[in-house]
């Protein structure tokens, strides 16, 4: 800085004697006109000013470039200061997420060479080099060690081996990591485990179409996705279109060409290529041995090995702390905690899981021995929870895996550990423990953990920061769950209006505000003003986005909605199967827009008459709901009440009074004596007893 300081002291002194020279100069050359003089003059007068202006401007780019370099050597994976080469990074394992494979022999030490065992090639290998071809977002599913990240390193490191290779560790680096990658012309972004990555703070569809975006350059987005997250994620963006970090995620992945699927049992032709390399890797000959019950990768990364150890150290005298500092850890993250996790954080949430299990009954073990145990690598390089340099903790993904393919959908998250992991949450954590809450019907609970969020990013930013907003507009979507309707309309109002301010009346977020506040006003009986609404936000995504877009076929199922409300049924009907069929070519039958799409549809067959259609659309819907949300979930109980209503219909009133009643137990203690649907079953049970009573 002290040499900048005196070039452009030098610079200013130079422009100072311009000031006398010039003119001088120009009357010794023969020039005399007064106008002559006069510019010269001014040009001189000038100078200094221009190169104060130059001085500050490059002063300013130095130190936007200085503080990028910082951020990005915070955040970032790079050695001596600087970017690698994808060819420079030799440690796949600790750059860019590749599991650890058992050691070679009992004896070998943890950090030895061999903990990366000879790459079998995968059937999708071609196309996934071919993508790597131009710039483009590439997306690696499939379960834990499956072989994701090995098979993606593989292909950048044989495509790309010149690339700059930008690693951001955590979401809090890409920003910085993105900026980067946009001021390179041949880079690598690796995006691994990307679910820790999307969200508030994290990367957005518009990073995504920037940086891959325009001629000259060839930027490849590489990134690695667990299929449970995926299912997750998709499945909630499109249900739930409140809540604004659920799309955002949606607009990442939907950007992603091409998609690949990595199963974790490896094909005949694969096995026959690890069968060709296992000559020379006794592994990967072991693991063959057990292809038939585990994927090759799987089976090296000692996931069943860890699972089985997990499950065998809650026996009495053995492990039970550690084990529940591992099943704390575990339900930390699937309750929406997406950041490393404090050992403290883990210590406080874990007393309630071993008190479950049996308390002092178990003979546990003490705290100390339990973080050792929970800790310790295994022969595989793994550990069921592993320690960051920070005192953070991250839980082995194998584990986490297998927890959220196997829970019942009615085994939640103890209300003791969201409370611990909201104590420690950053706001976005914070925000997806919200939408997690909502997702399984605890909406109370979620209204406390998006109150929290928007508390924080207000004090982090300002009330109308988009980070704030995003989280206002969620927590409107809260209240309105919870049926405090007056409240919630007058967050989505406020919300709205500085949006619309900002944005523009044809911005994706304005619309999605004008499509909830007209949600809001039809649970508050002004139906007019709520079609009004929904047919502006239908008419303008149809132009903007398509007839077929996500969002447009939200605002038609809306308005579906509201026309069944108005008593406009035949209008109601054609909609609402416009919008099935549509949804069923590209949606699966268990998807929850389709589930609500038949629920809406049997409620307005149930209006035209046609009880016997009603009843049969609502027992599927039911069934599916019960078996993938669970019995209380309230999107369940919505589809129970509804039966039980056309059921009473049909005549049926023992059945209907049966089902009403376990209705009504079930929402009075879910959501509470004076919640509307709550009322509604009440009132229903009523009308279901007047009617024994008065037989027609």
Not at 143 to 154: H, I, L, P, Q
Not at 297 to 310: D, I, K, N, S, T
Not at 529 to 546: D, P
Request: net charge negative; hydrophobic share 40%.
């Amino acid at each position: 800085m002290r040499r900048r300081s005196v070039i452009w002291a030098g610079a200013l002194a130079g422009a100072a004697a311009l000031l006398v020279v010039i003119p001088a100069l120009l009357k010794e050359a023969g020039i005399k006109g007064r106008w002559w003089l006069v510019a010269a003059g001014v040009v001189a007068a000038l100078a200094p000013l221009v190169a104060g202006v130059w001085k500050t401007r490059f002063e300013g780019a130095v130190k936007a470039r200085e503080d990028q370099a910082k951020e990005l050597a915070r955040g970032t994976f790079t050695p001596g200061g600087k970017v690698p080469r994808v060819r420079e990074v030799t440690d796949p394992i600790g750059v860019v997420g590749v599991h650890p494979a058992r050691r070679l022999v009992a004896e070998t030490p943890v950090g030895a060479s061999d903990r990366v065992p000879a790459y079998v090639p995968r059937d999708f290998d071609v196309e996934l080099r071919a993508a790597l071809g131009w710039s483009g977002f590439v997306l690696l599913v499939g379960d834990s060690t499956a072989g994701k990240t090995r098979a993606a390193f593989e292909a950048v490191r044989a495509v790309l081996p010149d690339h700059r290779l930008i690693v951001p560790h955590t979401r809090d680096a890409v920003g910085a990591a993105v900026t980067e990658a946009a001021a390179s012309r041949r880079c690598v972004l690796w995006l691994n485990d990307l679910e820790g990555y999307l969200g508030p703070d994290g990367i957005t569809g518009k990073h995504v179409a920037e940086l891959l975006a325009g001629d000259g350059h060839h930027r490849v987005i590489v990134a690695t996705l667990r299929a449970a997250e995926e299912d997750r994620l998709t499945a909630a963006a499109q249900d739930d279109e409140g809540r604004s970090s659920r799309r955002e995620s949606a607009a990442v992945l939907e950007q992603a060409r091409p998609r690949i699927w990595v199963e974790c049992h490896f094909s005949q032709a694969e096995q026959q290529r690890a069968a060709e390399v296992a000559t020379d890797d006794a592994r990967i000959n072991d693991a063959l041995a057990h292809a038939n019950t585990y994927g090759i990768a799987e089976y090296l990364a000692c996931g069943p090995q860890l699972m089985q150890e997990w499950q065998r150290a809650w026996a009495r005298g053995t492990h039970p702390r550690g084990a529940a500092l591992v099943a704390a850890a575990i339900d930390i993250r699937r309750a929406g905690y997406t950041s490393p996790q404090p050992r403290q954080l883990i210590s406080q949430a874990s007393t309630v899981y071993l008190e479950q299990r049996g308390g002092a009954r178990l003979n546990p073990e003490t705290e100390e021995q339990a973080w050792q145990w929970a800790t310790q690598t295994r022969d595989s390089g793994n550990a069921p929870l592993q320690l960051n340099g920070n005192d953070t903790c991250e839980v082995f993904d194998y584990l986490l895996d297998t927890v959220q393919r196997t829970a019942n959908p009615n085994d939640h998250i103890p209300q003791a550990t969201i409370a611990a992991a909201l104590a420690h949450a950053t706001p976005a954590d914070a925000n997806n423990i919200a939408n997690a809450l909502h997702d399984q019907g605890r909406y109370q609970l979620a209204e406390t953990a998006a109150h929290q969020a928007l508390n924080d990013y207000q004090q982090q930013y300002s009330p109308e920061h988009p980070r704030a907003l995003a989280s206002r507009s969620n927590l409107a979507v809260a209240l309105s769950d919870l049926g405090r309707w007056e409240e919630a309309e007058a967050e989505q109002r406020a919300v709205l209006e500085i949006r619309n301010r900002a944005l523009g009346a044809e911005h994706p977020d304005v619309l999605t505000g004008r499509s909830n506040l007209a949600v809001m006003l039809s649970d508050l009986g002004r139906w007019e003003e709520a079609e009004a609404e929904q047919r502006a936000v239908l008419e303008i995504r149809s132009r903007v986005l398509g007839a077929e877009h996500p969002s447009t076929l939200t605002s038609r199922s809306n308005l579906a909605v509201v026309l069944r409300d108005l008593g406009r049924w035949e209008e109601a009907e054609a909609e609402q199967r416009a919008v099935l069929e549509i949804r069923s070519r590209v949606l699966g039958a268990e998807h929850p827009d389709i589930l609500t799409g038949r629920s809406n549809l049997a409620i307005v067959l149930r209006d035209l008459g046609r009880s016997a259609e009603a009843e049969a659309e609502q027992r599927a819907v039911l069934e599916i709901r019960n078996r993938v949300l669970g019995a209380e979930h309230p999107s369940t109980l919505t589809s129970r009440n509804n039966l039980a209503n056309v059921l009473r219909d049909l005549g049926r009133s023992a059945e209907a009074e049966a089902e009403q009643r376990a209705v009504l137990e079930i929402r009075s203690r879910v959501l509470g004596a004076e919640h509307p649907d709550t009322l509604d079953s009440r009132n229903n049970l009523a009308i279901v007893l007047r009617d024994q009573e008065n037989p027609q």
